[in-house]
């Protein structure tokens, strides 16, 4: 929000927010609920002021338990969202003592209500679907083990919680978490089907009378052909296995079904051969004769098949100060006043809960250092614009107006758009969001900065050099169905990814990140259908491997921790 606009802002916020809250929140029946609406006024306070200072500050609809043992320990457990029910802090306080902090992570929030219970002494209370237990992790030696084990998410309480460790992806830790993915996924069954065994017998039980019935469509045929004046064949070095091909060739610019993973497609083309009626829309440079000819490979996503999250790196997009801006408040260590998530704890590796169901990874944006703006307008207020994030419900670092912005609400609607002073009413509905740089098609034409250097923060060199391998993502919408599309660009301007989104038909487009294939990584997961819990993994580009540790023998995100975010899909159930 605008410092010069403080006051205005948080009075619309707050407002805002809060009827956004109160019409949409039903009253929850267990576990921690929301605060009172007078305890949510006050956060959002905290949140909107010019420096809030602390991870709990950022979280507006916290809520806390506490309880206090025979012995004189006290127990907090908080909330971070209860309307999102995934992220809880526990702080163990002995008497006398040094306080110390566990981050959990509820291993389904849609079953499971977490909450503080006294029987005798304090204990945590897992309710779902009707049935309830209690556990005290700390009484019996499993928490400390959890928290002793190297993995970075280690299974308590049944496997109802994870116990979210620090991780920094060495040896151990991937030695750790490869013997606990074969003892559990890999090999053996599922997660899922582990988790719901030592659960209640009929916790999972779902009816489907009255549901309806996902619509079967072509998706080849609904997305159509790009918009191009020139359609050859080409052979991409693609990594995919596609249904239609001519023996490996593609028709530039057509959508083919990638082979066992409905509702994912793919196409090739290069910008030189997209339709001048596409490159007569004014708001973007010429291309020049290297970028013409550099191929761009792009997937979409039927996001009526998908679920998507989002997961930060251990270590970027990182919460201090860019070193770019120099519009500061002089107040902490990063422009929301503190530079670790302490006492949250970022994996950089997927839930072991969602591994049954993955089917696609890519890497999310700019690490902190560039995530923020040098020159033009938007560096001097602000404090330079530094890129939000949020996950899981939590705002880890706030989101500014004017940046282009990826979410997924409460509703599992996945949108994206430039974040305004009036979005942050949307702050009740997020469960993630992820801002980088600016739009590069917005309303289905090139943003107002595509061809700005310093305006658009694109990076590049001071001579406006502004070519180099970029990653970028768009929406699409046809015929009112959703597909979100991820496009690798083997060379490219803004302005020329711009020319390929339009030729694409994309409503809204973003840059994630640039400059090498471990920035732009993506890769599918192809599961055997044979039960056998095997997964293949199928890189976009055959470099891209080189991304995975261990020489590929692991996969990047899903069995080793990273230190990117990344954007995960998972398929619906």
């Not at 929140?25 to 200072?53: F, K, N, R």
């Not at 029987?119 to 209370?125: F, I, K, Q, R, S």
């Not at 490979?297 to 009526?304: C, N």
């Not at 994996?347 to 696609?360: K, V």
Request: charged share 20%; with cysteine.
């Amino acid at each position: 929000m605008l410092p010069q606009l403080l006051n205005k802002s948080k009075n619309i916020f707050a407002t805002a927010a809060a009827a956004a809250l109160l019409t949409a929140l039903p009253a929850l029946a267990q576990g921690i609920d929301l605060p009172d609406q007078s305890i949510i006024d006050e956060q959002l306070a905290q949140l909107g002021a010019d420096v809030p200072g602390s991870i709990f500050a950022m979280q507006p609809f916290r809520n806390s338990q506490e309880l206090t043992a025979e012995d004189g320990t006290t127990y907090v457990l908080t909330s971070l969202n209860p309307r999102v029910n995934s992220w809880f802090v526990l702080e163990i306080t002995p008497s006398g003592g040094r306080s110390r902090f566990v981050h959990f992570e509820n291993g389904d929030p849609q079953t499971w209500d977490i909450s503080l219970i006294d029987e005798d002494d304090p204990a945590l209370l897992i309710e779902g679907e009707g049935d309830s237990f209690a556990c005290a992790p700390w009484e019996d030696g499993e928490l400390e083990e959890a928290q002793e084990s190297s993995l970075p998410y280690a299974p308590v309480c049944d496997w109802s919680l994870f116990v979210r460790n620090p991780v920094t992806g060495n040896r151990t830790t991937r030695e750790a978490v490869a013997e606990f993915l074969r003892d559990n996924v890999i090999f053996g069954e599922s997660i899922v089907n582990l988790i719901k065994g030592a659960f209640f017998e009929d916790a999972f039980m779902v009816s489907s009378e009255g549901e309806e019935e996902l619509e079967d469509i072509d998706g080849v045929e609904l997305l159509g052909n790009a918009l191009l004046g020139n359609a050859p064949n080409m052979r991409p070095y693609m990594g995919f296995e596609l249904i239609g091909t001519d023996a490996g060739a593609m028709t530039a610019g057509a959508w083919y079904e990638v082979d066992q993973s409905p509702g994912i497609y793919a196409s090739v083309m290069q910008p030189g051969m997209i339709a001048n009626e596409v490159l007569q829309v004014p708001g973007a440079n010429r291309l020049d004769g290297v970028e013409s000819r550099a191929d761009v490979y792009l997937v979409a996503f039927d996001m009526a098949r998908f679920d998507i999250g989002y997961e930060l790196g251990t270590d970027h997009p990182g919460l201090g100060w860019s070193s770019r801006p120099q519009n500061r408040h002089g107040q902490g260590r990063g422009p929301d006043g503190f530079n670790t998530p302490d006492p949250l704890v970022r994996t950089g590796m997927l839930s072991p809960a969602f591994i049954d169901r993955i089917a696609a990874t890519f890497t999310g944006g700019f690490k902190r250092d560039h995530g923020a703006w040098r020159f033009g307008d938007y560096a001097t207020f602000n404090y330079g614009h530094h890129y939000g994030f949020m996950q899981n419900g939590v705002v880890l670092s706030r989101l500014w107006p004017n940046i282009a912005t990826m979410y997924l609400t409460h509703d599992g609607d996945v949108a994206m758009r430039t974040w305004t002073e009036e979005d942050e009413a949307l702050l009740p509905e997020l469960v993630f969001a992820r801002q980088n740089g600016v739009a590069i098609i917005e309303d289905g034409v090139p943003g107002s900065r595509v061809t700005s250097w310093g305006g658009g923060n694109w990076s590049g060199s001071a001579a406006a050099d502004l070519r180099t391998l970029r990653g970028g993502a768009c929406m699409r919408t046809v015929e009112g169905r959703q597909f979100l599309i991820y496009a690798y660009f083997s060379t490219a301007t803004p302005s020329g990814m711009a020319r390929v989104f339009q030729a694409y038909q994309c409503d809204y487009a973003m840059l994630l990140d640039m400059n090498s294939q471990e920035h732009t990584y993506m890769a599918l997961y192809i599961h055997d259908e044979d039960g056998e819990d095997e997964m293949n993994v199928q890189h976009l580009v055959s470099g891209m491997a080189e991304a995975d540790p261990d020489n590929g023998r692991i996969a990047r995100f899903i069995s080793a921790p990273d230190n990117r975010d990344f954007f995960y899909l998972l398929r619906r159930q």
